[in-house]
RNA sequence: GGCCCCAUCGUCUAGCGGUUAGGACGCCGGCCUCUCACGCCGGUAAUAGGGGUUCGAGUCCCCUUGGGGUCACCA
């Protein structure tokens, strides 16, 4: 049997985390089965789909390289697929009309509310005359259930699930205004396009019995169902999109998008929200082609897991050092430009990154201590200033900015003997001595990569530049 | 509240009857060092509780507790 799964969201917004992981999940069954991934839209819920969501959706799919083999499908496409099985359910008895009116069903549901009571459709139109219906009152489409059904059912993470005390009535299949529901075509659509494996989050664990019931009903056999565990907030609860605002204080997000926003790399997320949930052994992180080959639904844990961004940005630390400069240096170009800074990902771009992604978690990070190779520093820190900036270190600028012609800056294991010889003279040997305070007078900051590598960078013209500048301020001192 | 599911360090997890309960993030030390990082070394920290089963339970069963999910003419 050829694997197939489906990943099917909802275009109400966003792509969110949950839905990525869940999506994450289906890719990687499928390629490691060397199965088909379908794409499916569930557009059903006119009042709440929008074409922009469904843009965003893609967008963040193709973003975080996770490619589909078919589809997009839109349910909202599919109507007479829908209508045909609808009809098929009524002529076979396994669904019938109800005439009941919305206000009367929510008066039902309220009474058996305050008396606490479980609300279950009462049946009202179960047993009507389907010949007789009363012509042009409306109508939803209910599903009859049986006098049988199966007492559980198996599922691939959670194994047995009963379903004999489920809360099961004759729900509705399709709404008055004859769109049917969710309920219904997922049923519909899993089963034409033939998807072996549902693989889809716990949270509709509960809806299972009810789709093998229509499968049941329509003939159909039944795919196997893959319940994976959510993944919840730092507070325990569900990730929810209204708790947007606290978990940005946090550094996450559940919008996918978000994380591009922030300098996450799409592998870097790709593999730490696989690792909530699944895991092979002790190995943390893994390429495409590692997942593909170790990924299955028996390392699928059952507990729901919590989100932490600390160990996401260490991920991502670890994806950037790998990263090749130059490809690190085109990344990095928009978002200097957004900065006002204006380059190409060229060589020397490509040098910052090399010596700037071992000090940053993310490329927003990055981008921001670029910064300084671009744009003199136009304030020292005070503390170093007062620490490292005194009448030798004045001297000991001075002078580099005379001997700066003759240094050879591009070579940096040269320069650093250079500047031994240069300690001895000015520090009594201590590297730190001369270091600092030119640091200072080059980044601002007491913080930087290798200074030699600051220097080659910089060149000599803008190096001279900014010690002398430097050399300004800490006359000024006095 | 009914029903369902879950339960190993703070977090992600390994473990699939016999381990000094392992790894990772974080945190704390140390080393490296021109600073900051990276890296390396070390440390901190867990089997929710109680009953069984067994020669022997983190591993199997039951109860309690805790957490979560779900109860629409949403998906």
């Excluded at 893959?226 to 919840?232: S, T, Y």
């Excluded at 630390?317 to 430009?337: C, S």
């Excluded at 010889?421 to 000015?426: N, T």
Aim: net charge neutral; glycine share 6%; charged share 30%.
């Amino acid at each position: 049997m050829t694997v197939r799964v489906r990943f099917a969201p909802s275009p109400t917004g966003y792509l969110h985390v949950g839905g990525l992981r869940t999506a994450i999940f289906n890719f990687l069954f499928a390629r490691h089965h060397g199965g088909v991934f379908i794409l499916r839209i569930e557009d059903t819920d006119t009042e709440r789909s929008t074409q922009a969501a469904v843009d965003q959706i893609l967008d963040s799919l193709r973003w975080m390289n996770i490619a589909w083999d078919e589809g997009p499908y839109f349910q909202s496409q599919r109507m007479p697929l829908y209508r045909a099985h609808l009809d098929r359910l009524l002529e076979s008895g396994h669904a019938y009309r109800c005439y009941c009116p919305a206000e009367e069903l929510e008066k039902k549901r309220k009474a058996a509310e305050s008396e606490k009571r479980q609300y279950k459709y009462d049946g009202t139109c179960r047993h009507l005359d389907p010949k007789a219906d009363p012509a042009g009152r409306p109508f939803v489409i209910r599903f009859r259930m049986p006098e049988k059904y199966p007492d559980h059912f198996d599922d691939l993470v959670l194994g047995r699930i009963p379903i004999d005390e489920e809360r099961l009535d004759d729900w509705i299949l399709a709404r008055s205004d004859g769109m049917p529901v969710y309920n219904f075509c997922v049923v519909v659509d899993d089963a034409d396009m033939r998807i072996s494996h549902v693989i889809r989050g716990n949270d509709h664990v509960a809806n299972t019995p009810r789709q093998i019931l229509l499968y049941q009903a329509f003939g159909y056999s039944a795919p196997q169902f893959a319940h994976i565990p959510l993944i919840h907030g730092p507070d325990g609860s569900k990730l929810s999109k209204r708790r947007e605002a606290e978990y940005r204080k946090l550094g996450m997000s559940v919008s996918v998008q978000e994380y591009a926003r922030m300098g996450y790399l799409p592998h870097a997320l790709f593999n730490y929200m696989t690792r909530v949930g699944w895991s092979a052994g002790d190995q943390e992180l893994f390429s495409l082609a590692e997942f593909i080959q170790k990924f299955d639904l028996d390392g699928v844990g059952k507990a729901s897991g919590i989100m932490n961004p600390e160990k996401l940005k260490w991920v991502n630390a670890q994806y950037l050092k790998a990263e090749d400069d130059h490809a690190l240096a085109q990344k990095l170009v928009p978002l200097l430009a957004e900065k006002g800074i204006g380059t190409t990902a060229d060589d020397r771009l490509a040098k910052i990154a090399e010596c700037l992604k071992p000090r940053s978690n993310t490329l927003v990070e990055l981008a921001e201590k670029a910064t300084i190779f671009f744009i003199a520093p136009t304030a020292y820190d005070e503390k170093a200033v007062r620490k490292f900036w005194n009448r030798e270190a004045r001297a000991w600028l001075e002078h580099l900015v005379e001997v700066l012609p003759e240094l050879p800056l591009a070579d940096e294991a040269a320069m650093e003997e250079r500047f031994k010889g240069f300690a001895e003279k000015f520090s009594a040997g201590n590297m730190g001595k001369i270091a600092q305070p030119l640091r200072l007078a080059l980044t601002g900051s007491t913080a930087s990569p290798s200074i030699f590598t600051v220097m080659n960078i910089l060149g000599k013209d803008e190096c001279r530049a900014r010690i002398r500048r430097a050399i300004e301020e800490l006359g000024k001192l006095g």
